[in-house]
């Protein structure tokens, strides 16, 4: 029998940057809020000090502030009519854990999508007609639009103190700043960072092949902030130990720097770390949530009791809570029908090594943050014609190197052998003259009906559930596009004056022990009708009204971007629907 | 207790559920912070060995040279310690896969699916370096692997790594890419791990290590960085001398 806590008005189920941002908004409101989060609290001073936190074994190597699978992992599969095996380590991407969830150790690239984004099937089938779309794309739109989350980008990047240059200021193109982006109500908060060589000599290639590049939107603050809390951060000092690590200096923005501070100090907040909530309990008519029961790492079980529930574990723990807690239909592909684990999607990443003339080019890699670069967005969505191409989709490009860390980065040309004499010479005469971009190809992944989220039949977690199934594989489209974009990619590295080009094309089948990105989207989709979505367009779930559920778990689709912008402007879209219209009147914000 | 201790260092010692650091705790009014209660990486000791004997201590070492050849600027993988960091790890979180999901059933599966094994690292060292040398002693004439000829391991390892001699009972193949993994790991990891001893890597490809900070530098184009590599432990030259 669990031990039953006394009630409150909100139980937030993960602490990551979701749960932060409706935990801020709801105590707001006056409402007595708790958040359980299955990691343990992490903090500068005590998990990622600046005399050890530039550890590359221990953080990026061993993961340290990652989820460990046996604690909860997936099964996974490329086919429906393949057995799914457990993935044992992590690969292709590296859930979370902990309070500030991937806030602690994202790189902070903080981009918004377009307005097409969000309108994404119809506009689309405005310009091409349905049939340019494959037959089994599941492409949806959002059901919400770009103009109405602006002024909730606007607040996550106030919040976080986005280092960037504008590009669309109130529908006037600015100099500099991203042409392609939708237009901004005010400039970013910080100007963009300083870039290093490498990122500024793509930048001109770039331009002389007629592009715009534009710097990469940062969490890295070029210059010490206020945000609007009243907390502080301090300039990014390009220490290169930023994605995977947390930031020493208090200089990228996380829950840690930019909300939990003050949010602790409320008294009508509360947080529960080291304790993993295992099902949202419902009352007998199934359609109203009477809290969440959690196990606490002493193994202790706990009932807690609140009246609104806030589901923000991210997106695949998401799925999972929703399928344990038995809320909505199941997605069945062969069907096609039910919504939880429908349009599962993830990202299409490549890119191109360039080796230059070491007696010429001193690039220093080791100078770099987790989201510094210079991009370009020629090729993002639907910024080109796709007619001529046969594929849909894009993303952008850019030289974004992040770090010079050696046991992940040192590289070799092509041809090198793995080992000996040749192998140590070339990692020697290279570390410092190679361009190594990480995500240089970021590109969309749109839905399709045979990739998706389930229950696994065989294994289970420790406590005897199913594991959740993942199917997914690449499609032609996605493959298509890539080969595409790492083309165009390459011709630019080459005008940088790269001797010798590595491409490395995103290939299928989709491989679950390649890092690609922790940007995993959809099972739990937003959208305007209740057969083929979960959510409505405020996040509430069409089955739980007094459910929201927030997280990129929400996407129809990917689009070319990292998620986070978009994900937490969705969060502070939902919570002004809770604040202005749900807590006025509890019950379904939209009548499907 | 030297053990315990040292598992932290790479970390993973944290996911032991019922372990300290993890209790669960309730937090409001404040941040909950308490002074000193971070954990420091602690730093490998030279000695004998933890996980290997001493034959298998020594085939790892020649390996070690064979992956990084010393050379007149550089020490090679024995001398820049990276058969001792391959030990402490395999004595370690890693060697035993710690904290990986190890549910049955144990079901081969494609590439993309990864590693089904039920064989941590550390398991896997002692089967591959036993067939390794069982190879050579049958081959070469009663030898281990460490006592061949640079020629005659660079040929054998080539051959291995090629598929076209296998080593009875193990996939030689991939445990190969594995002990270049390790070993390359070691000799770029931080020295406090006990591999890339004296911070030699480090110099060699003009990494400066754990510094944390290039404002000064971001927008210096094209000139190399003049600082010497400092450490997590310091520099040798920060320390008083003896
Ligand atoms: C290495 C890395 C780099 C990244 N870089 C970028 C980037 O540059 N730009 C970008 O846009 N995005 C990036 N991301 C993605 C970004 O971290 C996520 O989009 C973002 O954190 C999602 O917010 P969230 O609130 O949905 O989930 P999270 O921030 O992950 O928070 C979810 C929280 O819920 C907790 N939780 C899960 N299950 C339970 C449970 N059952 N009970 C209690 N608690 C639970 C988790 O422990 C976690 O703390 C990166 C991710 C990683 C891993
Ligand atoms: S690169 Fe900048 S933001 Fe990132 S960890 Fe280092 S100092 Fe912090």
Redesign the interface.
């Known amino acids: 029998m669990p031990k039953k806590l006394p009630k409150k008005d909100v139980v937030i189920i993960g602490l990551g940057w979701t749960g932060s941002i409706l935990a801020h908004e709801l105590t707001d409101e006056g409402l007595d809020v708790i958040a359980i989060e299955r990691g343990?609290?992490r903090?500068a001073?005590?998990?990622f000090?600046?005399?050890?936190?530039?550890?590359?074994?221990?953080?990026r190597?061993?993961h340290?502030l990652f989820l460990?699978?046996?604690?909860n992992?997936f099964t996974?599969?490329?086919k429906m009519n393949?057995?799914a095996?457990?993935?044992?380590?992590w690969?292709s991407f590296m859930p979370p854990n902990g309070v500030g969830g991937g806030g602690v150790h994202w790189n902070a690239e903080t981009f918004r999508f377009m307005p097409s984004d969000f309108v994404l099937k119809t506009h689309l089938t405005e310009r091409y007609g349905a049939a340019f779309l494959p037959e089994d794309m599941t492409i949806q739109d959002f059901g919400v639009t770009y103009d109405e989350l602006e002024q909730h980008y606007d607040a996550f990047e106030y919040l976080c103190g986005t280092s960037g240059t504008a590009g669309n200021l109130r529908g006037q193109i600015q100099e500099g700043g991203n042409p392609f982006e939708g237009p901004r109500s005010r400039p970013y908060p910080t100007p963009a960072q300083?870039?290093?060589?490498s990122h500024?000599l793509f930048a001109k290639a770039a331009r002389e092949l007629g592009y715009k590049p534009f710097p990469q939107p940062s969490g890295n603050l070029s210059q010490a902030y206020t945000n609007p809390l009243g907390l502080r951060m301090g300039?990014c000092?390009?220490?290169?130990?930023c994605e995977w690590f947390g930031c020493?200096?208090y200089s990228k923005a996380s829950p840690q720097t930019t909300i939990?501070?003050l949010l602790?100090?409320k008294?009508n907040?509360?947080?529960?770390?080291?304790?993993e909530v295992l099902h949202i309990n419902l009352d007998r008519s199934g359609k109203h949530a009477t809290g969440v029961t959690f196990v606490?790492?002493?193994?202790?079980e706990w009932e807690q009791p609140a009246d609104l529930v806030i589901l923000s574990a991210y997106t695949l723990f998401n799925v999972q809570m929703l399928l344990n807690s038995k809320i909505g239909t199941p997605y069945d592909p062969v069907a096609n029908k039910g919504v939880i684990g429908r349009n599962f999607t993830h990202q299409t990443i490549s890119s191109v090594n360039g080796f230059f003339d070491n007696k010429k080019?001193?690039f220093?890699p080791?100078?770099a943050s987790g989201a510094i670069g210079m991009c370009i967005d020629e090729f993002n969505g639907d910024n080109f014609d796709h007619g001529p191409h046969g594929f849909v989709g894009g993303g952008y490009m850019g030289q974004v190197q992040t770090n010079?860390r050696?046991?992940q980065s040192?590289s070799v040309p092509p041809g090198t052998p793995?080992?000996?004499?040749v192998?140590?010479?070339a990692?020697?005469d290279n570390?410092?003259s190679t361009v190594k971009p990480g995500t240089g190809v970021h590109g969309s992944f749109y839905s399709y009906r045979d990739v998706y989220l389930d229950l696994d039949p065989?294994?289970?977690d420790r406590f005897g559930r199913p594991l959740m199934r993942m199917t997914i594989d690449f499609h032609d489209n996605e493959l298509k596009q890539n080969a595409f974009l790492t083309d165009k990619f390459a011709e630019i590295i080459r005008a940088m004056g790269a001797h010798t080009l590595d491409k490395q094309y995103r290939k299928g089948?989709?491989?679950?022990?390649d890092y690609q990105t922790t940007h995993l989207n959809g099972g739990a989709i937003m959208g305007t009708d209740p057969s083929t979505s979960a959510i409505n367009r405020y996040l509430q779930s069409w089955d739980v009204p007094n459910l929201f559920v927030m997280g990129a778990s929400a996407f129809p689709q990917n689009a070319g971007y990292n998620p986070t912008g978009t994900v937490a402007a969705l969060a502070f879209w939902a919570a002004s629907a809770i604040r202005g219209q749900y807590l006025k009147n509890p019950g379904p914000l939209v009548h499907a | 207790m030297t053990m315990r201790r040292r598992e932290f260092l790479a970390g993973t010692a944290i996911l032991v559920l019922s372990t300290m650091k993890s209790r669960a705790t309730i937090i409001s009014g404040g941040l909950p912070w308490t002074p000193d209660a971070g954990t420091p990486p602690i730093p490998v000791r030279p000695g004998p060995w933890h996980y290997f004997t001493s034959d298998e201590g020594r085939a790892v070492e020649a390996l070690a040279d064979r992956i990084i050849p010393p050379d007149p600027q550089t020490p090679g993988g024995k001398d820049s310690g990276c058969a001792v960091f391959v030990d402490r790890q395999l004595a370690g979180p890693y060697g035993r896969s710690e904290g990986h999901y190890n549910q049955p059933p144990f079901m081969p599966g494609t590439k993309q699916q990864g590693s089904q094994s039920q064989k941590g690292p550390a398991a896997v060292y002692r089967e591959a370096l036993a067939a390794l040398d069982r190879y050579c002693q049958s081959t070469y004439q009663g030898k281990r692997f460490a006592d061949l000829s640079d020629e005659q391991k660079d040929e054998l390892l080539k051959n291995i790594e090629d598929e076209k001699t296998k080593l009875e009972g193990i996939d030689g193949k991939s445990f190969f890419a594995q002990v270049i993994k390790d070993v390359q790991t070691g000799f770029f990891a931080d020295p406090i791990y006990g591999g890339n001893r004296d911070m030699v890597a480090w110099k060699m490809i003009g990494y400066p290590g754990a510094r944390y900070n290039y404002l000064d530098w971001v927008d210096r184009h094209n000139e190399r960085f003049p600082l010497p590599p400092v450490s997590l432990m310091g520099r040798a030259d920060w320390s008083p001398k003896p």
Do not use: H, M
């Open positions: 343990p609290w903090d001073p005590t998990e000090p600046p005399n050890y936190a530039q550890d590359e074994l221990r953080y190597i061993r340290e460990r699978p046996e604690q992992t996974f599969r490329n393949q057995t095996l457990p993935i044992r380590d690969g300083k870039q290093p060589f500024t300039p000092t390009y220490c290169g130990f020493g200096n939990l501070p602790v100090r008294s907040f509360t947080a529960r770390d080291n304790s606490d790492t002493g193994g202790v080019f001193n220093n080791f100078i010079g050696p046991i040192a793995k080992w000996g004499a192998w140590k010479n990692t020697r570390y410092l065989t294994y289970t089948p989709y491989d679950a022990t």
